[in-house]
């Protein structure tokens, strides 16, 4: 043994091509542990590759000197992505059968559930996708690099990002090191290997993550062990509106470090310990930072610096982290006096100095709101002295009346009012497009998609892979934008979502017409507003296209206002076949009702009395919901009213009502089809309630609604008429005499004709 360390540095030069690619700190290192094994000749080898002359696996003294290297240096040399993992020792020639890892899959549920758009109330099934897909899914939401891409990017901001996590990560104690000799080989094979990102934030920060690639913990825990709920973005929304509508203080803050701040624990007894290995430059950095601590334990594998580590804190990546991070943060404020509304457990209230103090929490982000600025203050304290660590991180709370949270700005600027946006996300989005050549050469367009969207070519050219790829991440990044700041980007987008296993060329002409119009309108702001009394009047506008789609399936759209704005949006396809417009249309108010009283009901926990009303436009669908379906119904709707009469029961318990609305005043029909012209204008401002819009459209109508000669005046008309011949004037003339939109001109200015 003691032989083969001594050949263990100069195989290492001997691998290298030439003298330019001999690692001079990594000969160091070698010639430390050289002398460590000469001193110390009973220490244990253990080797990964039993024909090779030089161990792959050793450990290291207590005593070893310092790295030789400053800490940014060890990010100098960008390590590689597809490092090795070695195989576990073994004693027999027999040929070993992989390890099978469970991976967790999507398969069977929509892009809503897995970002938690929604998480208590379960939406259609409108985006399913394959588990292979789940990079592509990434990408869409969040742009991370890994250490090797993001230390390109972002350079020395990005190194010392590295370093401020690893340096943090060793002080908050999140892990201990342990010594290889203690562990089996099943323990070793299920560690989870140590993972580094980095992102830049909104603000511009650099920031670096180190995360633990959690999917070997699907082996001994279930996905519905270990899930953990977020808050809704219907109660997002809603709560917003409340806040503007009560004027109330609000702020933002973020737990910094929120899961290495809460202790790692078993959630079953039949759970294994959990175990962290980290290697190549980041055990190096583990090294620098505190070499009496982990040079003990450190090991080789094929070459490559190891560390075994036992969490004991909820380090990202961990499936379970969350979870337990919720039950933390949940019983704090429990403790606090805070009471969790049962229709959404990540949104709790209090009553302070006679009015409602509400907090709704995403993970680590948290959204408060109290009318009184004092009282919001005495929470951010209360966080400060329960989460701060002003040695490692602040908790820097946002403030005002402007705020960025889950990635949408909140605007409460305009009393009684507030305006959300997502214009950076948009801007970003377009960037980010790589084929935005393709989407300068399409003609301007009014609409995000023309009258024929829902139509399919059986014979269309399919895509290729890569643009299969491109065509999934930018529709996934227009369902996260159109759920939250642009629902006008309905039905586009749900249409979309439906095709992303499949498309074909006319699939992604549609998509460069839909981000045509986001470039166009990309200045569009959703403005929200709640009209005014103590009773919330939740107005539901449900709608259905009938028999639009390629199999004959209708298509719902439902909106939800409070007063101006739509609040809620509903966009999806149908799941059976109806066989008439009112079966279609009763088929809309199921997908729509359920909403409706989760909503009601959610409200209800919050404190405040609503009316919810559905207004419909179909009157024999309305027949059917509040008469006697005996009186109303026969053998071809039976089914439909087996299927869907508890809306009647609803209504008996006067858990809503309903209102016949008219078909111009429809707004659910904008979700429901690609509308077109005024009447899309007209439904698209119902639904934005976007002032600059309307000013814009209201003196578009005032134009169209003049005559040549009043919008232009007299002497435009002598230009248009000097061509024309004396029949032509006489004619016009007789014409200006009879036109009562032409009253404002004299008739004398004809006289010359």
Not at 32 to 52: G, L
Not at 372 to 384: G, L, N, S
Not at 399 to 422: A, E, F, N, P, Q
Not at 518 to 532: G, I, N, R
Request: with cysteine; hydrophobic share 35%; glycine share 4%.
């Amino acid at each position: 043994t003691r032989g083969a360390h001594e050949d263990h540095g100069g195989a290492h030069a001997m691998r290298a091509q030439n003298i330019d690619d001999i690692d001079p700190y990594q000969l160091e290192l070698d010639k430390n542990i050289n002398e460590i094994m000469r001193q110390q000749p009973n220490m244990r080898e253990i080797s990964t590759n039993r024909t090779s002359t030089a161990p792959n696996r050793t450990s290291i003294a207590r005593d070893a000197p310092l790295l030789p290297r400053d800490d940014e240096d060890l990010l100098d040399e960008i390590p590689r992505d597809d490092e090795p993992v070695p195989e576990s020792p073994r004693r027999t020639t027999r040929i070993p059968k992989p390890t099978s890892f469970l991976k967790p899959s999507f398969k069977g549920q929509s892009y809503d559930e897995t970002n938690h758009l929604i998480t208590q109330v379960h939406p259609e099934e409108t985006m399913l996708y394959e588990p292979e897909e789940a990079e592509i899914l990434a990408q869409a939401f969040v742009q991370t690099y890994n250490l090797t891409k993001g230390i390109q990017k972002f350079g020395d901001k990005g190194k010392q990002a590295v370093i401020d996590e690893m340096k943090q990560l060793h002080n908050r104690t999140v892990f201990k090191p342990i010594n290889i000799n203690e562990l089996d080989d099943k323990a070793r094979r299920t560690a989870m290997e140590s993972l580094l990102f980095l992102l830049e934030k909104r603000d511009g920060r650099i920031k670096a993550r180190n995360v633990a690639d959690g999917r070997k913990q699907r082996i001994w825990m279930s996905k519905e062990e270990a899930a953990s709920p977020t808050v809704a973005l219907e109660s997002v929304m809603l709560s917003a509106v409340i806040d503007a509508k009560e004027e109330r203080e609000v702020a933002v803050v973020d737990i910094p470090n929120a899961f290495v701040q809460t202790e790692n624990e078993k959630l079953k007894e039949h759970h294994k310990t959990d175990m962290l290995k980290i290697k190549g430059r980041l055990a190096d950095i583990l090294l620098q930072i505190a070499p009496e601590v982990y040079g003990p334990f450190v090991t080789k594998e094929n070459g490559i610096t190891v560390i075994y580590l036992e969490i004991l804190r909820a380090l990202y990546g961990m499936i379970k982290s969350p979870l337990l991070f919720y039950r933390k943060l949940r019983k704090d404020l429990e403790a606090a006096g805070f009471k969790v509304n049962p229709y959404d457990i990540c949104v709790a209230n209090k009553t302070v100095k006679g009015k409602q103090f509400t907090v709704l929490w995403h993970v680590d982000d948290l959204k408060i709101s109290h009318v009184d600025t004092p009282v919001v203050d005495e929470f951010i304290e209360w966080a400060r002295a329960k989460y701060e660590d002003k040695e490692i991180t602040k908790l820097k709370p946002s403030r005002g009346k402007i705020h960025d949270y889950l990635g949408i700005t909140l605007d409460y600027t305009t009393k009684g009012k507030v305006k959300i946006s997502m214009q950076d996300y948009i801007d970003k989005m377009l960037q980010e497009f790589p084929y935005i050549d393709q989407v300068n050469k399409v003609k301007k367009v009014s609409t995000p998609a023309a009258d024929y969207l829902f139509s399919i070519n059986p014979q269309a050219e399919k895509l290729s892979n890569e643009l299969k790829d491109e065509f999934h991440t930018t529709v996934a990044k227009g369902l996260f934008l159109c759920k939250r700041a642009r629902p006008d980007l309905q039905p586009t987008i749900p249409f979309l979502c439906t095709r992303v296993k499949n498309p074909d060329v006319d699939d992604w002409k549609k998509l460069l017409r839909m981000l045509k119009y986001l470039e166009s309108t990309k200045d569009l702001v959703l403005t929200l507003e709640a009209d005014k009394g103590d009773i919330l009047l939740c107005k539901w506008y449900p709608d259905a296209a009938f028999a639009v789609h390629s199999d004959f399936k209708s298509h719902t759209g439902a909106v939800l206002t409070l007063g101006k704005g739509a609040v809620n949006t509903i966009s999806s396809k149908q799941k059976l076949n109806t066989r008439s417009s009112t079966e279609a249309e009763l088929v809309g108010v199921n997908d729509t009702i359920t909403q409706a009283l989760w909503t009601k009901n959610f409200l209800a926990e919050q404190g405040y009395n609503s009316e919810t009303t559905i207004y419909q436009d179909n009157t024999s669908a309305m027949a059917l919901e509040q008469k006697e379906g005996t009186e109303n119904s026969s053998k071809r709707t039976r089914h439909i009213n087996i299927r869907y009469y508890f809306i009647k029961d609803c209504i008996n318990k006067k858990q809503l009502s309903v209102q016949y609305c008219p078909t111009d005043d429809m707004i659910g029909d904008y979700p429901s089809k690609p509308l077109q012209g005024r009447k899309f204008k007209k439904h698209r401002q119902a639904i934005m309630n976007d002032e600059k819009q309307q000013k814009s459209e209201n003196h578009d109508i005032n134009l169209a609604n003049r005559s040549v000669l009043e919008l232009h005046g007299h002497q435009y008309s002598r230009e248009i008429t000097s061509e024309m011949s004396f029949a032509q004037k006489k004619q016009r003339a007789q014409c200006a005499q009879r036109a009562p939109l032409l009253r404002a001109v004299p008739v004398t200015y004809f006289s010359e004709f």
